[in-house]
């Protein structure tokens, strides 16, 4: 790694598996002090020992993205981290939650908490982080959404109306924060096989023979490295979009 972002302080929320996990090892082997956000404890420090062992800074914070205490306390932590240098300058939205099936056919007693967890949690954390970063004149904020929030899916057709609405939070966002210095990027994956899919309720008949056409499938390491790119570029350089799929995906 080139250490390009040594010095810097980055928050990465849902730090504890798949893409935040690999997100926080590519931004702590490139020099960044990483604060690692999700609600499962062991993991996390699992998650820091391992940084650590390798030289670098971690701060790990316990919390449910969708609480906004528990933003607003992430957000304290990191900024009164002193081996952080005292302040953030990047912070991956990563966390949020998924939902197998449609509209006619998904679980409408999980709708809600998709919602507070993907759309108002991203929505209240990219508030307080975009206010504190225009203030500081500088920083950069990542956001998660999806290739289904671009391109829906009748098998995950609610999930992918709430990274719809992530991605238009985002983008407005940008517009607001822009001329102070601040970068805003939307990273949309593709199909990434980790622990997502158990959790939102796929399995090898809704998910796995779906899917088998599209060959190999994205680790979640190959999202964490268009992560690190963006965040490498050159201050005045702000790729604003980027969809990340497996090369043999057609749809969506």
Known sequence: MSNQLTGKTAI???????????????????????????????RLTELATEITAAGGKALTVTGDAGNETDIDRLLARAVGWSDGGGRYDIVVANAGRGLAGGILNSDEAAWQEIYRTNVLGVARLLRRAGQYLVG???GDI????????????????????????????AEALRREVCAHGVRVSLVMPGIVVSGFQGVAGYDEENFGKSVAQFGKLLEPQAIADGIHWLLTLPPHVNVNEIMIRPTGQTFP
């Open 142 to 169: 990542v956001v998660i959404g999806s290739a289904v929030g671009r391109n829906i899916s009748p098998f995950s057709g609610f999930y992918g109306s709430s990274k719809f609405a992530v991605g238009a939070i």
């Open 136 to 138: 500081r004149r500088q």
């Open 12 to 42: 990465v929320t849902g730090a504890s598996s798949g893409i935040g996990r690999a997100t926080a090892l590519a931004l702590a082997r490139d020099g960044a002090a990483v604060v690692l956000f999700a609600r499962r404890e062991e």
